[in-house]
């Protein structure tokens, strides 16, 4: 108890300390009326000082503390005249109970030992038990995981569950939608095709496209194509779909073969002796028309059974074409009177002009009038009713109702197929050219030129012809065109042949029977001409032309002595039988103003050598005088030798003494041998002409050189010139 108290003072007492050295000023008033009490002992002083002294330190000693300190003060009297002696004796009773309480433990020691002891054993077991702790939690970790993994598993599981169970309706859904009913599978894959049942297999093909449509984006996700049960179905679907394409395309090839060859059996649908028939495919057209949309099922079921079925049906077709052309144009040439016309136009006897053949041209318009439109539709009909993806004909020649051939349109206007297209139109309408061969011949046989005249028709058919299904119809025109082509120029061959045979004949004179044959050839084949036949036309006069000029002048050079006579008269004899194709034909105008010239330079050198024969000795000394006059004063000329006045007298008397005479001789010299009598005017103008200009010199040069002689004046010899 007095340990206790003890340790009660002390505290108290350091706290009171550490107040007064934290408050120095406010304990040191408070302290001053504490003394005043001890002193003087009264009662009422010290309990009114006490009351102020707790309430001082109210907040650092407690009320069980104060009571003990006044119980321990109880329990002493003394005389305390100053704080500072009692806290002395208060500190040195302190270290004395201290030093007790430390002797007091010394003598307890094995105590101590007791109680460490018993520390260390706590410390193992709690290092023991922090072990067991940290191995617990790491099993509670594991544990935690394995009930996370496991509530994570049964989620996935649940949600697994879940999705198949949505799965499997979905399956159910998709099978059910993608079903066939088991009569429309059993129609498509029978063994049964006929057109009772025609209506039915389309029905059964729409279902059959709705399903395998069910297959494909966006109808089914591409996921879905990996399922076995979607895998099965689809097999099955292709399984039917290639079953009924080749059943269908089967009885379609038979079909096609059998309505060809009923026609073809019954005679009243070509054309007889007698009696032209046009063909008409009317009735064979609506019976395919039927089958379009079985055409159409077929092509998007099965592309590939497509192109054997085009191949059947252009082939059976080509058979009737062919025997179809082949008799009408038979038929054609044996109504049609044919002229008799010679064809050899540079050889033999003068061919008539004045024969018709327009009868022939006439058979060959009617063969293309009946059967290029019957081609082109054709071709039209086989690229929509065998479904061609290519651009849409023109609706010229097509059938209107063809609508039945326009389900579920493929794209038009896309010239996807082209190509193929082009293949199935060389098989539809192969070896049917042939026909048309045979009319270019027949008419060529009956008159070359005639091959003029189709050649036009037929470029005009060419140019009508704009649909791009028409194309092979466009080429069977162009070889048309390339057979009247080779047969032209076959035929300008053989007339070419014929003018070279000429010069083979030596001294031919006159005009050669080429020159105006080729006049009356021109105005032929002029009369021929339609549309652009106008560079074939050309082209033949170039070639006869140019080989004509070529033979005149080898002919020419066999008689040099009248090599002028011979080209003037045959360039004449050109010019003037080509006046009036000339004027309006420029490749004819080409070529006659070079007759001309050549007809010119003819004349002008025949004129100079009959001038010179007769006046030789005349205009030598006049061009002597003018080769003088170049370095030569003209008072000095007259005592040049030979130019004196005594050598003028003589050529003046021996050429102008009668020029009368000598005139008349030169003309006789200018028209001997010529064979054309109305050249003889002209060329004797162009005589007198070329005379006069000479003489004109001549009289000059006398009359400045030699001003005091006497020569005949020009007017005189004008006159005698008109006289003749």
């Not at 057109?195 to 279902?207: F, G, T």
């Not at 058979?363 to 065998?386: G, H, I, N």
């Not at 010229?396 to 109702?401: A, F, T």
């Not at 082209?539 to 090599?563: P, W």
Request: with cysteine; charged share 30%; aromatic share 8%.
């Amino acid at each position: 108890m007095i340990e206790l108290r003890s340790d009660t003072i002390m505290k108290s007492v350091t706290t009171v300390e550490h107040g007064r050295d934290g408050e120095n000023t406010h304990e040191h008033a408070s302290e001053v009326p504490k003394q005043h009490g001890f002193e003087d002992g009264s009662g009422g002083d010290m309990n009114s000082e006490d009351e102020a002294g707790v309430s001082v330190e109210n907040d650092l000693v407690s009320q069980a503390e104060e009571e003990d300190i006044e119980a321990l003060l109880g329990t002493y009297v003394m005389g305390i005249g100053e704080a500072e002696v009692f806290s002395e004796r208060l500190k040195r009773e302190l270290h004395a109970l201290e030093a007790a309480n430390v002797h007091a433990i010394l003598e307890s020691q094995h105590l101590v030992d007791e109680v460490l002891k018993g520390l260390e054993s706590a410390t193992t077991r709690v290092e023991d038990m922090d072990e067991w702790l940290a191995l617990f939690n790491v099993k509670l970790r594991h544990m935690r995981e394995d009930i996370e993994a496991i509530e994570s598993r049964n989620n996935k599981l649940e949600m697994q569950s879940m999705n198949y169970k949505a799965l499997s309706e979905e399956l159910d859904n998709l099978l059910e939608r993608l079903h066939i009913p088991l009569e429309l599978s059993d129609c498509l894959a029978g063994a049964s095709f006929d057109d009772a049942s025609l209506d039915k297999h389309i029905e059964a093909c729409d279902q059959l496209r709705d399903a395998l449509r069910g297959f494909e984006p966006p109808a089914m996700d591409p996921s879905f194509s990996k399922i076995r049960a979607v895998r099965e179905k689809r097999a099955e679907l292709d399984i039917i779909k290639l079953t009924f394409a080749r059943k269908a395309c089967q009885y379609l090839r038979d079909y096609f073969a059998n309505s060809v060859d009923s026609m073809m059996n019954d005679k009243s649908f070509f054309s007889q002796r007698g009696q032209l028939k046009k063909p008409d495919h009317t009735n064979f057209r609506n019976k395919c028309k039927k089958y379009a949309r079985l055409l159409h099922h077929l092509k998007v079921l099965d592309k590939n059974s497509m192109a054997p079925l085009r191949k059947a049906y252009c082939g059976s077709l080509n058979k009737l074409l062919r025997h179809e052309a082949r008799e009408f144009s038979n038929e054609l040439r044996a109504g049609t009177k044919a002229p008799k016309i010679q064809t050899v136009w540079f050889e033999g006897p003068t061919p008539n002009q004045n024969v018709d053949t327009s009868n022939i041209s006439e058979a060959y318009t009617k063969m293309l009038d009946v059967f290029v439109p019957l081609l082109v539709d054709e071709s039209v009909f086989l690229s929509r009713f065998l479904r061609f993806e290519v651009s849409s004909p023109d609706d010229n020649g097509s059938d209107d109702d063809d609508d039945d051939l326009d389900m579920e349109n493929d794209e038009k206007g896309i010239p996807l197929e082209m190509g193929t297209l082009n293949e199935s139109l060389r098989d539809l309408l192969d070896g049917i050219q042939e026909d048309f061969y045979a009319i270019v011949d027949w008419a060529h046989k009956i008159d070359p030129l005639l091959c003029i005249s189709m050649h036009g028709i037929t470029e005009q058919y060419i140019n009508d012809q704009k649909s791009e299904v028409a194309g092979y119809v466009r080429l069977l025109l162009d070889a048309m065109e390339d057979r009247m082509d080779t047969l032209f120029i076959r035929f300008i061959d053989e007339a070419r042949h014929q003018i070279e045979k000429y010069d083979r004949n030596v001294k031919q004179t006159g005009v050669m029977a080429f020159v105006p044959r080729f006049a009356l050839l021109a105005t032929r084949m002029e009369q021929y001409i339609q549309g652009q036949s106008r560079e074939l036309v050309d082209q033949a006069y170039m070639k006869i032309i140019g080989i004509m000029f070529v033979t005149l002048d080898k002919i020419s050079q066999s008689d040099l002595k009248h090599l002028d006579i011979f080209l003037l008269e045959n360039y004449a004899a050109f010019q003037n039988s080509l006046y009036d194709l000339a004027n309006c034909v420029p490749t004819l105008a080409k070529f006659y103003h070079q007759a001309s010239e050549s007809y010119e330079q003819a004349c002008a050198h025949h004129i100079s050598v009959v001038i010179y024969y007769q006046f030789e000795r005349l205009f030598q000394f006049a061009r002597r005088i003018e080769d003088l006059m170049v370095t030569n004063a003209p008072e000095e000329i007259p005592f040049q030798v030979g130019l004196t006045k005594t050598d003028l007298r003589k050529v003046v008397k021996s050429n102008l003494s009668g020029v009368d005479k000598h005139i008349a001789a030169m003309h006789k010299k200018l028209v001997k041998n010529l064979t054309c009598d109305e050249l003889i005017p002209t060329l004797w103008d162009k005589c007198k002409k070329e005379y006069m200009e000479k003489y004109e010199t001549f009289a000059q040069l006398a009359s400045k050189i030699y001003p005091s002689e006497n020569i005949p004046s020009v007017a005189e010899i004008r006159d005698v010139l008109n006289s003749i």
